[in-house]
T-cell receptor, first 114, second 109 residues
Framework: DAGVIQSPRHEVTEMGQEVTLRCKPISGHNSLFWYRQTMMRGLELLIYFNNNVPIDDSGMPEDRFSAKMPNASFSTLKIQPSEPRDSAVYFC????????????FGQGTRLTVV | GEDVEQSLFLSVREGDSSVINCTYTDSSSTYLYWYKQEPGAGLQLLTYIFSNMDMKQDQRLTVLLNKKDKHLSLRIADTQTGDSAIYFCAESYGQNFVFGPGTRLSVLP
């Protein structure tokens, strides 16, 4: 398996534009996580899904953020409208829900909103 | 909610041992993890320990767990420049993982 695949790797967009980040989890994994990493706040969990169902979205900062998982092999994180303070690296991770299973991370999407 | 804390920075000389410390709050955590993040990359699992263990050794890495004090440490023996990275402590919490803020390890020549 190629691991968790995220696209794009880098995104530069203007304030107010819609941004969509994509993630393909590892085949067979039934949990998927979206994290945001910044220098100021470190690694923050935004939302996680189990069997395609959102379980905890309390980390989603505002209504401008939304995430979907239409099937077991694809998830999106959308920001509309984007703001400069959304600039960060966004990571997707997936895992099995077995006890002790580790989370496998993608390479991340570096988002810059100007 | 659950919380994991770490010191943010550590500098060591090449060849010395590094010890990165972590404290956590959830006494029911079954597994505790150490992840490594190199510049421009995602997090990769280094090692993990089951909560009924006190110690786990894997080559240059030694993990110590003090469950009473909810304290976890990662010791890297003979630290090399390639060990420079951010190290995250994490605990399993239900179906979720709770990560610490990360410790940035700098290895000086």
């Amino acid at each position: 398996d190629a691991g968790v695949i995220q696209s794009p790797r880098h995104e530069v967009t203007e304030m107010g534009q819609e941004v969509t980040l994509r993630c393909k989890p590892i085949s067979g994994h039934n949990s998927l996580f979206w994290y945001r990493q910044t220098m100021m706040r470190g690694l923050e969990l935004l939302i996680y899904f189990n069997n395609n169902v959102p379980i905890d979205d309390s980390g989603m900062p505002e209504d401008r953020f939304s995430a979907k998982m239409p099937n077991a092999s694809f998830s999106t994180l959308k920001i509309q409208p984007s703001e400069p303070r959304d600039s960060a690296v966004y990571f997707c991770a997936s895992s099995l829900t077995d006890r002790g299973a580790e989370a496998f991370f993608g390479q991340g999407t570096r988002l810059t909103v100007v | 909610g659950e919380d994991v804390e770490q010191s943010l920075f550590l500098s060591v000389r090449e060849g010395d041992s590094s010890v990165i410390n972590c404290t956590y709050t959830d006494s029911s955590s079954t597994y505790l993890y150490w992840y490594k993040q190199e510049p421009g990359a995602g997090l990769q699992l280094l090692t993990y320990i089951f909560s009924n263990m006190d110690m786990k050794q894997d080559q240059r890495l030694t993990v110590l767990l003090n469950k009473k004090d909810k304290h976890l440490s990662l010791r890297i023996a003979d630290t090399q420049t390639g060990d420079s990275a951010i190290y995250f402590c994490a605990e399993s919490y239900g179906q979720n993982f709770v990560f610490g803020p990360g410790t940035r390890l700098s290895v000086l020549p």
